[in-house]
């Protein structure tokens, strides 16, 4: 299913796409060294409950989990890069965390993610592939507009990654969204410019390049959930949701600090 927001619905989208993009600057100032992985979890649910929203995962159970995901954030660390499920693990200087979350508002969904290296080590290699990936998103944004096609989006990315030395999966990658989280169209993070499905103004699209430093190839973590990189590299997420606008592509999960 494709959906095509009114305006109304539109304005709906923007004030979930604050709240989510909140939260993560929230939780990305408090998730410092010592902090366990489920404190962000109980964090993220605390802060979905008082603004009156939903949570997109706690009950998500699609083809590719183990069940219901039973938690209200992706926390992944190091070699993990997607679906990371929140486990009892306590951030060390150094690590690089990925934070997921889809929250629903009023019946309208958003969805981001950002890495970040957590405490006062900031490893050049990390940094590197973090910033890779927000170009290669910013790159995304920039190739989606009016009459734009889905492939120009995937080309846009697929550059930025390619020409910064990483391989690139196709598993996985952005998708539609709006009166929920997963929808078409498929967003592949590679692809042909020209092809694939026109864009229309009131479209939302979640764009989310990731990456790993030395492989394409994922594994399955023992929780069912979990992604993994098979080498156990260290990975990156960057993720905006993206409502297609007369005049170009709005960003909905910018924090207001990066706002104009």
């Known amino acids: ?109 958003a969805d981001a993610a950002i890495s970040f290296v957590v405490g006062n080590a900031q490893p050049s290699e990390s940094i590197a592939m973090i910033k890779a990936t927000e170009r290669a998103l910013a790159a995304g944004i920039a190739a989606a507009g009016p009459g734009a096609r889905i492939g120009d989006i995937s080309h846009a990315i697929g550059t930025v990654l390619g020409q910064a030395g990483y391989e690139i999966n196709t598993e996985f990658g952005g998708h539609g969204i709006g009166s929920t989280m997963h929808q078409d169209p498929h967003v592949a993070n590679t692809g042909r410019p020209g092809r694939g499905y026109k864009l229309r ?7 989310e390049p990731w990456v790993m430093a030395d492989t394409a190839k994922l594994v399955t973590d023992a929780d069912g959930w979990t992604l993994r990189s098979a080498t156990g590299c260290r990975t990156a997420h960057s993720e905006h949701t993206i409502a297609i606008t007369e005049d170009g592509a709005e960003i909905l999960t910018l924090p207001k600090s990066s706002q104009p």
Not at 1 to 22: S, Y
Not at 65 to 71: E, I, K
Not at 83 to 93: F, N, V
Request: glycine content about 8%; proline content about 4%; aromatic content about 6%.
């Open 201 to 207: 103004p009131g479209l939302l699209l979640a764009l």
């Open 1 to 109: 299913m494709i959906e095509i927001l009114n305006p109304a619905l539109l304005a709906r989208a923007k004030d979930t796409g604050a709240l989510v993009a909140e939260i993560l600057q929230t939780l990305k100032s408090r998730s410092t060294v010592g902090t366990n992985l489920l404190d962000i979890d109980r964090w993220t649910k605390a802060m979905i409950a008082e603004a009156g929203a939903q949570s997109c995962y706690v009950d998500y159970a699609p083809s590719f989990g183990r069940g219901p995901f039973g938690h209200y954030i992706c926390t992944a660390v190091n070699d993990a890069v997607l679906h990371g499920r929140p486990h009892d693990y306590t951030l060390a200087d150094g690590d690089l965390l990925t934070l997921d979350l889809a929250v629903s508002q009023r019946g309208i969904a």
